[in-house]
């Protein structure tokens, strides 16, 4: 990128330095600056996608205004990095061939000025691909879940997915709740002294623009204790379900009941309820503070074969009616917890990514 070529108006001279982006057409009308960062394009290209640009290219300039390569200038008042990506999607659209985290920087540039330009058909394809990151459904959210899995099983969401400090700051720049739960929900689970410690802005791509590798991102005082509240929250959750869901197990219904193998059921519980108290901590497999998880682990365990007896690998040998009578009571349970999640952090009911728009 030609970021570092400078460029001075025709005639007197600039107050400032202008520098010249690889966005910069031989052909073009005006020029834009924002900042230090000068971009040279059509303003029929801006007018036609935007009314904000048509009424603000409609405004007389001085007879005297000092030109830039030609042409005249508007200075934009936005983050050039933010600028640059509005721009590349206007003339050559903004695809994502496949998901990973990097496209968060062009996603919240183009949304953020989409929004501010009235630019609709960009800033409804941002929200659609913000939507598949931060769903609004449970089986969405499994989905991403599923998407952050490799086929080793080991979970790494940010390869794929931005980290959720980023997406709540743009969330509640832009009034985005709907994507709130799902955000903080996805914070929650880490460590108390990760949600603290924050995480890097992306890396800007002009060095006017401060820290080159990216500014520190944390959250408000009042944003890190609705994090702190959820977490707790969701941990409580677990206490709760095993107390609700494993205390009376098995039921009357067991197949097993008045049998010397009703011991079977007992055991299988028990080890299930184990398991559980390990996983409220994140010790089994790194996600504190999931039930979500949790609970879909505890189901999976039903159909493992790969326990041990102390003497040869096994799966818990459950009835077939308490194993269903479990399976339904970890559904509901699920359901329940995504429900809940807006309530543990604090926040409103949110709207529909059609709302929205």
Known sequence: MDCDSPCSPHGNASPKALIRSDIWFADGNIVLIADSAAFK???????????????????????????????????????????????????????FQKHTAADFVAISAVLRLSTKYFIEHLRER????????????????????????????????????????????????LNLDTFLPSAFYDLSRYGPSKILNGTRSPPPIFFTEGDPEGQLARLSDDHLYAAFLGREAAQLYIHTFLESALRDRPSTNCANVGKLS?????????????NVLRSVGGIACGRDADPLYTLLQAAEMLERTDFSDGVKTCGLRMCSVCKTEFVDAVKKARLEVWELIPEWFGLREPRSVEDMN
């Open 41 to 95: 394009v059509h303003h029929g290209q801006l007018e036609r996608h935007s009314e904000v640009f048509r009424d603000l290219f409609s405004v007389p300039q001085p007879v005297d205004q000092n030109l830039v390569d030609g042409c005249p200038s508007v200075e934009l008042y936005d983050r050039p990095t933010d600028l640059y990506h509005l721009l590349i999607a206007l003339y050559d659209g903004i695809y």
């Open 126 to 173: 941002c929200i659609a691909r913000l939507a598949i990151d931060w769903p609004t459904s449970l089986h969405e959210w499994d989905r991403r879940e599923h998407d952050g899995t490799d086929r080793e099983g080991r979970y790494n969401p940010r390869e794929i997915f931005p980290h959720p400090i980023l997406m709540l700051q743009l969330a509640y720049e």
């Open 262 to 274: 009703a011991v079977h059921c007992v055991e299988s519980f028990y080890f299930i309820h184990l």
